[in-house]
């Protein structure tokens, strides 16, 4: 078992990540502010998708599951992103509501088609590791060596 050097920022991410959730979600909870509830949503969100990236290489090699995950990590970092795109429209246009809606609505669609186009590189190029220069590393669809 070796974990690959590019995916140490989510091993140190994980736990930054949980307590933010943990403090939005559950100690804030008696207060009301938008703020805290969508970044807390998105941390939450993003936990998700490190663990997704994470879990699956300490116990598997094999390119299917980990091209498998890597879409599941690649989906909830897009939601947890669609989470911070609505608190800055929640900031910026709190005075008028249909131009949050459109935002929404935007924010939705840029969503599903960073999805889609996460699904079809992903499967064409399917997540492998590899060792570089005695380094592990964890080679995604855009990743150089």
């Not at 992103?81 to 929404?104: C, E, F, V």
Request: charged share 10%; glycine share 4%.
């Amino acid at each position: 078992m070796t974990i690959p050097v590019n995916l140490i920022h989510f091993y140190i991410g994980i736990p930054i990540l949980s307590y933010l959730t943990l403090y939005g979600l559950v100690f804030s909870k008696n207060k009301h502010n938008t703020v805290t509830r969508y970044l807390s949503l998105g941390s939450g969100v993003f936990l998700l998708a490190a663990l997704a990236y994470c879990i699956p290489v300490l116990f598997t090699q094999d390119a299917r599951n980990l091209t498998y995950s890597t879409i599941l990590g690649d989906a909830l970092q897009f939601i947890s992103l669609n989470y911070i795109w609505l608190l800055g429209g929640h900031l910026l246009l709190s005075q008028s509501k249909p131009a949050q809606k459109t935002l929404q609505i935007c924010v939705f669609i840029i969503t599903v088609l960073s999805i889609y186009v996460s699904i079809i590189q992903n499967l064409a190029e399917p997540t492998v590791l590899k060792v570089v220069d005695s380094t592990t590393l964890i080679v995604y669809a855009y990743t150089d060596l």
